[in-house]
C-alpha cells in the first residue's frame, strides 16, 4: 500500500466523520491560535521596541566621565576582605577597596584635548561633546541677558527642535543657535520677531574665569583682595608669632588666593551670527527609560563643539572637562565602544544595561507565553488522543476488514498517525488564518497600551508574522497532534483480525 | 496438483494445560480450480479452517501449504502479502468498509497490492459491472441492501484474481431470493479466474449446487469426501 493511498485513506477517514473531525481541529486551532499570537505578538513588540531602541538618540547618547587608569595592578592585600564573608558582599566591598585604593596610588585620567581627540577617534563614536560649563552675557542690538552657553548636539532629537531658522551644522564655527526664552528675554517673542533674528549678529562676552573657583567666591561673599590688601595681610603674618608650620600654611593660602582672586578675570567678547531658534526639550521628545545622558536642551546658547570646546579651554586654570557626552553611531555598537572608553580609563553611564533588562524582560515574557501556549496544546493534544482512541474503538471492525484484506500492521499505524498529523495541520492552517484576522481587530488596542506604558508614540504593528513562527506552529501542532495519535494508532495496528471483524 | 494442502493440522486455543481442540490432525486438500463445500455443524471447525486457510490465524502444528506458500512460516508481512494476493475472501457479514464506496471498497485489495490508481479504479469498475452494480459505484454500502452488499464483496474477492476464494456462509444473511442469486454469481466468477472455491456451510442443499466435493467437518477432523457430479 503506498503511502499516497494511505494518506488519502486517512484524509477521507476525516472527512466521513466530520463532527469529529471538527471538534479536534477546533481545539487545535484555539491552541495554535494562542501559539500563534503570542510568537507574534512577542516578536512584534520586540522588534518595534528594538526599532523604537535602535532609532533613539537618547539610547545611543553616552556620559563619559574622568576615573583612573585599570591598568594599574592593585595588590591582593589592598583588598582583603575577612574570609567567610557573603561572597556578594565580600564583591561589592573589594570594588570599593579597590577604588579607595586607585584614588591614592593611581593617577586620574583627565579629559584634555588630547583624550578626547583619541575618544573621538575610537570606531563608531559618532559625535563626541565635552559638557563644559561656559555661560557669558548675551548682547543683541540694544538688548542683553547672562547667557548658558552649551555644545550643539548633532543629532535628530534636537534638530527637531528648531523652531525657527536652520540648525547648527558642524564647522559652522561663527554661527550660533539662540534659545527660545533667551531670544523672549531679549524682546524676540513673536514668530516674526524670531525670523527677524535669524541672520543677525550678536555678540557674547565669556568671563574665562575658573569657572569652578568663582561661584564659589561668590558664594561665599568674598571680595577679591587688592595688592594693597594683601601686602598689608603679609605684612600681619610676618609680624605675628605664628609657628614654621602655621606660617607655611598661611604662605601656601596666599599664593592661591594671589592666583585666583587678585587678577583682574579676562572676558572674550566673540560676534556670532543666529542661524537658529531652538525650544527646550519636552518630555515626550526622548524614550524617557532610556534617557539617562540629557541632551542640555535648556541653554541660552549653541555653539559647535569647536568654538565652544576652544573657548571652554581659555579658561583660567582649565586642566580638563568634567564629562564628556558620546553617541554611538547604532545601538548595536554601543556596548563595544563603551568598553573601549571604559578600558581608555574612563567611567561611563550608558542606556546598555536598560537595553539588555529590556531584552531580558521580553525573553521572559515570551518564555511564559509560549510554555503557557504549549500547555493548551498539550491539553488538546490529550483530547485529541482521547477522541482518537474513542475512534479506534468505533474502527474495530474496520480495521480488522483491512487487515484480514492484506493490510500491514505499519499500514494501518500510518493511516492513524496520518490522521492526527492531518488533524494538526488543518488545525494549525486555520488557526494561523484566525490569528491574522485577530491581529488586525486587536493591534490597535495593544498599540495604544503600549504607548500608555511607554509614555512614547507607539504606532509600529504589535503583531509580526515572521515565515519561521508560523512554520514552528505547524511543526509543533502537527508534531503534538502525531503523537497525541501514536497510542491509538498502535492499538489498531495490533488488532487481531478475527477478533476486530467480529466486532 | 493441489492448491491447498493440509496434513495434520491442529489449531488448540486456550492454556497448554486445558486446550480447546478447535481442529485436530486434519487432513484437507484442493486442486486447482476445484469447488469444494466444507460443512459441519457449529463448533465443528469449519471457521477455524477457514481462518488457517485464509491467513488470518497460524495453525498449533501441522503442515498447510496454500497457492506453494508454507503458510506456518510465513513472516506477518508476507502473511498479509498473501491474504491479498492470493486468496479472495467472502465474508458472510459481506465486511465491507462502512464510510467508503462500493468502487473504493473493490478497490482496497488492488490498493494494498500497490497498484496504481488509474489501472485499479478501471479493475474494480470491470469487478462491479460483472456483479451488475456498475451503476452503484459511487455509493456506500449502507445506501445498499444485503444482496448488493454481499454482491461487492463477491466483487472485492475476485478483483485482484486469487488462486483461492473461500466463502464463508456467503448466503447467511440473505433471503432465500438473493441467496441463489449471490451463489449463482459466486460460481460464475470463480470459473472465470479459474480459482479453487471453498464454501463453508451448513446448508447441504446449497453445498450440493454449488461444489463438486463435500467435506464434512466434526469436533475439528475432516471426514472423507463425498464427491458430487460436476453440474
Known amino acids: 500500500m503506498s503511502f499516497r493511498d494511505i494518506a488519502a485513506m486517512a484524509w477521507h477517514n476525516l472527512w466521513s466523520r466530520k463532527l469529529r473531525t471538527f471538534l479536534n481541529v477546533l481545539g487545535v486551532v484555539m491552541a495554535c491560535v494562542v501559539l500563534t499570537m503570542m510568537l507574534a505578538g512577542t516578536r512584534g513588540v520586540e522588534e518595534s521596541i528594538h526599532r523604537l531602541i535602535e532609532g533613539s538618540d537618547d539610547v545611543r547618547r553616552f556620559g563619559i566621565y574622568r576615573s583612573y587608569k585599570p591598568n594599574t595592578e592593585v595588590p591582593e592585600e589592598a583588598l582583603r576582605v575577612e574570609e567567610g564573608t557573603d561572597p556578594e558582599r565580600r564583591k561589592r566591598l573589594q570594588e570599593h577597596l579597590r577604588d579607595v585604593w586607585l584614588r591614592t596610588h593611581s593617577q586620574r585620567t583627565q579629559l584634555t584635548e588630547v583624550e578626547l581627540k583619541a575618544l573621538a577617534e575610537l570606531p563608531h563614536m559618532e559625535e563626541l561633546r565635552p559638557d563644559g560649563r561656559l555661560s557669558g552675557t548675551l548682547v543683541a542690538g540694544n538688548a542683553k541677558t547672562n547667557a548658558s552657553i552649551r555644545i550643539a548636539p548633532l543629532n535628530r532629537a534636537a534638530r527637531a527642535r528648531l523652531v525657527v531658522g536652520d540648525y547648527l551644522e558642524k564647522g559652522d564655527d561663527e554661527g550660533v543657535l539662540l534659545g527660545e526664552y533667551a531670544a523672549f528675554r531679549l524682546g524676540y517673542t513673536s514668530d516674526e520677531d524670531l525670523r527677524r533674528l535669524i541672520g543677525t549678529e550678536v555678540s557674547v562676552s565669556i568671563s574665562l574665569r575658573n569657572a569652578r573657583i568663582s561661584p564659589l567666591i561668590a558664594m561665599l561673599g568674598i571680595q577679591p583682595l587688592t595688592e594693597a590688601s594683601l601686602a598689608r595681610f603679609r605684612n600681619a603674618v610676618d609680624a605675628s608669632k605664628l609657628q614654621a608650620v602655621e606660617r607655611a600654611f598661611l604662605d601656601a593660602v596666599m599664593a592661591k588666593a594671589i592666583t585666583t582672586s587678585t587678577n583682574q578675570p579676562k572676558t572674550l567678547t566673540v560676534t556670532m551670527t543666529v542661524r537658529g531658534i531652538v525650544r527646550e526639550a519636552k518630555e515626550e521628545d526622548s524614550i524617557s527609560i532610556f534617557n539617562l545622558i540629557r541632551d542640555p536642551s535648556g541653554a541660552d546658547i549653541f555653539m559647535t563643539n569647536a568654538r565652544a570646546t576652544e573657548l571652554e579651554m581659555q579658561q583660567e586654570g582649565f586642566t580638563s572637562f568634567y564629562a564628556a557626552i558620546g553617541m554611538v553611531d547604532d545601538v548595536r555598537h554601543l556596548g563595544t565602544l563603551v568598553d573601549e572608553v571604559a578600558a581608555l580609563g574612563f567611567r561611563t553611564r550608558s542606556s546598555r544595561a536598560t537595553v539588555d533588562k529590556v531584552d531580558t524582560e521580553l525573553g521572559k515574557v515570551r518564555l511564559a507565553l509560549g510554555g503557557l501556549s504549549l500547555l493548551i496544546l498539550c491539553v488538546s493534544a490529550l483530547g485529541i488522543s482521547n477522541t482518537m482512541v474513542v475512534s479506534v474503538l468505533e474502527r474495530v471492525r474496520e480495521f480488522g476488514v483491512l487487515k484480514a484484506l492484506g493490510a500491514q500492521d505499519g499500514s494501518v499505524l500510518v493511516l492513524m498517525l496520518l490522521e492526527g498529523a492531518f488533524t494538526g495541520l488543518v488545525g494549525a492552517l486555520v488557526g494561523i488564518a484566525t490569528s491574522l484576522g485577530v491581529s488586525h481587530f486587536t493591534s490597535a488596542l495593544a498599540q495604544q497600551y503600549i504607548s500608555d506604558r511607554l509614555r512614547h508614540d507607539f504606532d509600529a504593528s504589535v503583531f509580526r508574522f515572521a515565515p519561521a513562527d508560523l512554520l514552528l506552529v505547524i511543526t509543533i501542532a502537527v508534531g503534538v497532534c502525531t503523537v497525541a495519535a501514536i497510542l491509538p494508532a498502535w492499538r489498531a495496528a495490533r488488532l487481531d483480525p478475527i477478533a476486530a471483524m467480529r466486532g | ?231
Do not use: W
Open chain 2, 1 to 231: 496438483m493441489s492448491i491447498v494442502m493440509a496434513n495434520d493440522l491442529c489449531k488448540h486455543y486456550g492454556s497448554s494445560e486445558n486446550p480447546v481442540k478447535a481442529l485436530s490432525h486434519a487432513q484437507f486438500s484442493m486442486a486447482k480450480g476445484e469447488r469444494v463445500a466444507l460443512v459441519g455443524r457449529s463448533g465443528s471447525g469449519k471457521t477455524t479452517m477457514l481462518n488457517l486457510l485464509a491467513g488470518l490465524d497460524r495453525p498449533t502444528s501441522g503442515v498447510l501449504r496454500v497457492a506453494g506458500k508454507d503458510l506456518p512460516t510465513l513472516s506477518s508481512r508476507a502473511l498479509a502479502q498473501y491474504r491479498c494476493r492470493d486468496i479472495g475472501v467472502v465474508f458472510q457479514s459481506f465486511q465491507l468498509l462502512p464510510n467508503r464506496s462500493a468502487l473504493a471498497n473493490v478497490e482496497v485489495p488492488l490498493m494494498l497490492q500497490g497498484m496504481d490508481a488509474t489501472t485499479r479504479r478501471q479493475r474494480a469498475l470491470a469487478a462491479l459491472d460483472r456483479v451488475g452494480l456498475s451503476e452503484r459505484a459511487a455509493h456506500q454500502p449502507a445506501q445498499m441492501s444485503g444482496g448488493e452488499q454481499q454482491r461487492v464483496a463477491v466483487a472485492r474477492a475476485v478483483v485482484h484474481r486469487p488462486s483461492v476464494i473461500l466463502a464463508d456462509e456467503p448466503t447467511g444473511n440473505l433471503d432465500s431470493q438473493s441467496a441463489e442469486a449471490v451463489m449463482a454469481l459466486i460460481l460464475e466468477v470463480v470459473k472465470e479466474v479459474s480459482a479453487a472455491l471453498l464454501l463453508i456451510t451448513h446448508d447441504h442443499a446449497l453445498a450440493r449446487v454449488a461444489a463438486t466435493r463435500l467435506v464434512t467437518m466434526s469436533d475439528g477432523c475432516v471426514k472423507p469426501a463425498q464427491r458430487y457430479h460436476v453440474t
